[in-house]
């Protein structure tokens, strides 16, 4: 089984990427969070990989961490998902609002997600709302100003999961920053990307 991928980024889209491996090329499908942490093309990577196998395919699924990887192998568990939908799921927003979402209870923000009704939320809450307690002491709770700086993104049209991604990176050595400075920090980078 791959476990583990470390090259070059040769090909990048929303839902896959293709790592060159010593000259093997491999097709990994990878959620939103994970394609907006990746480098340009070109730009060395490293993957986490979770090798699907099935009768008629062998999939390969990369996540920028292993908290995110563990997160999809949970959601697998639960009756109903497959890879695909958990891909998705992860696709929905970042890990930490999926893990609050899902220990709130919150159906509301499960269902916003493409391909998970009721049904389907419903399971995952009652499923993993127990198993998320190695991810409690990780998930931080966003300032004002970030809600405010996401709402404002939001608003404008971008995808939250970049938005966050974007945040991260305009917050580096400076977490205390007014709405102002890291707004505009925010929009650079999103703009530049």
Known sequence: MIAHLRGKLI???T????VDVNGVGYEVCVPLTTFSAM?????????????????????L????????????????????I???LAVT????????????????GDLGRLTAIPGVGKKTAERITLELKDKLQEFAATTPEKSGVEVDVLSALENLGYNRVLAESALRRAQEGDREAPFDVLFKR????????
């Open 89 to 104: 799921i992860l696709s929905g927003g970042s890990v930490d609002d999926l893990i609050s979402a899902i220990r709130r």
């Open 39 to 59: 480098p340009e093309r070109g730009g060395e990577v490293s993957i986490d990989i979770h090798t699907h196998v099935r009768e008629d395919v062998i999939a």
């Open 15 to 18: 839902s896959r990427v293709v």
């Open 82 to 84: 497959g890879p695909k």
């Open 11 to 13: 090909e990048k889209d």
């Open 61 to 80: 699924y990369g996540f920028s961490t292993r908290r995110e990887r563990s997160i999809f192998e949970k959601l697998m568990t639960i009756s109903g």
């Open 186 to 193: 925010t929009l650079q980078i999103l703009t530049k990307g």
